[in-house]
């Protein structure tokens, strides 16, 4: 994830060679070895066995056209597309390739062009999904808006009717899967999370003590996370409160940049991660301890800010300090020990579940053992360990939205492996996940809930949580 700069390629007998990278991230391309371990690892690979859709091919394809020895084609264009991003190779790679650097950079490379008079042009499809992407999905209010006719005719049940009917199936394949991923219900207008909540004072004897005071937890909503699951954050924020937490969560913050960045608008990427440094770490004010989110996606870029703004003197120390801090909301609750208070997690949840873990918190963020940490200390609850648990579901962000057909076939691979399980209850930390196994599910008429770590320890804290999910 490196600055985009205009610095020359490698050295190339082409003139002009279709694509060119900064050269740190061009380095990242000599590291492979082509030693192959990846390729197991690779859910497109998987899917089709097709060397040009493995990591390792697609570190060629890239090199070729920085090199010059490739043209753009549009072959060569789809074996890039069709990536995922999803860095599993990275976990699997000896030689500790940074891969997602070269396929970031190279997007971004391709979307300028297009945006040069006489560049190439996407469809209209692509366009139009672009537009959405930038200019509704990152805006909770006008998200927000989006959303406002479909979950008024959810109200007074003209939605299900419509769905049953097929209505929906006349939608574009884009459309459809979009349609197909809202949840069957959810509030208005969500409402905008507290600026400030207090630890929670009503404390057991039980609880460890405290060494220097509450820790102060700066909390990031997300864009879609804080209008599709804006619960979810509530309950995150109850939890964190009642572990002896303050929290924060600054109203100046903004998109995390992720969706942009992965589609290749990378300057706008920058833009927002100067936004939320200042946000989260004004100038003049303490820094939180930590700052954390309950979307793994999320999370993932905001700790790779360093990156993004390496090249920015004004901001790099700062970004710096900023992805020092970032946590998971999972390892926010182990590091205040609330596995450990039995005190709090007193109500029995008899519930066999099967933990997926998201491919941005597992690989890019390197976080497995905390979730499940958590989960282990839920009385009654059973966790049944699912096969390929690390292999992407599809979701990947707005993969799911481009790439459609592809994103099914994986998500029709993960449904196999959570039956096999015998769960009726899948839990993963991150949205996109849980939107698209949900979704996935209920076309297949799999009977399957797909919930939040934070959901399942709401209802082992607070008994009232129970009756709300009735």
Known sequence: ??????????????????????????????????????????????????????????????????????????????????????????????SGVVYHE????????????????????????????????????????????????????????????????????????????????????????????????????????????RDGGNKTIAFFTGCIGSVMFDRVNRQAIDLLSIAGADVIAPPPQTCCGAIHHHNGAHHPAQALARRNIDAFLPLAGPAPDFITTTIAGCGAMLREYDVLLRDDSAYAERAREFSRRVRDISEVLVDLKLHERTDLLKHTIRETVTYHDACHLAHAQGVTGPPRLLLAAIPGLRLVPLSESDMCCGAAGTYNLTQPEMAAQLAARKLVCIAATGAEICVTGNAGCALQIQSAAAAKGQRLAVVHPVELLHRAVFEWSTREQS
């Open 1 to 94: 994830m490196s600055k985009l700069t205009d610095q020359p390629p490698p050295p190339s007998e082409a003139a002009h060679p279709p694509l060119t990278l900064d050269p740190r991230t061009y380095d990242r391309a000599l590291a492979c070895v082509h030693c192959g371990l990846c390729l197991p690892a690779c859910p497109t690979y998987a899917q089709t066995g097709h060397e040009a859709d493995s990591p390792r091919g697609r570190i060629q394809l890239m090199r070729g056209l920085a090199d010059g020895a490739l043209e753009a084609t549009e072959s060569v264009r789809h074996h890039l597309d069709l990536c995922l991003d999803c860095r599993a190779c990275e976990t699997a790679c000896p």
């Open 102 to 209: 070269l396929i970031e950079e190279t997007r971004s490379r391709f979307a300028d062009q297009e945006d040069q008079p006489g560049g190439p042009r996407p469809d209209l499809g692509s366009r139009a999904m672009r537009w959405m992407f930038f200019h509704v999905f990152t805006h909770p209010t006008r998200f927000k808006l989006a959303l406002l006719p479909a979950r008024l005719m959810q109200k007074i049940g003209l939605y299900a009717l419509m769905r049953k009917t097929g209505l929906f199936k006349l939608l574009p394949l884009r459309l459809q899967k979009m349609e197909q991923m809202l949840p069957p219900k959810g509030p208005l207008w969500p409402r905008r999370l507290p600026a400030r909540t207090p630890a929670c004072q009503n404390e057991s004897p039980a609880a460890p003590p």
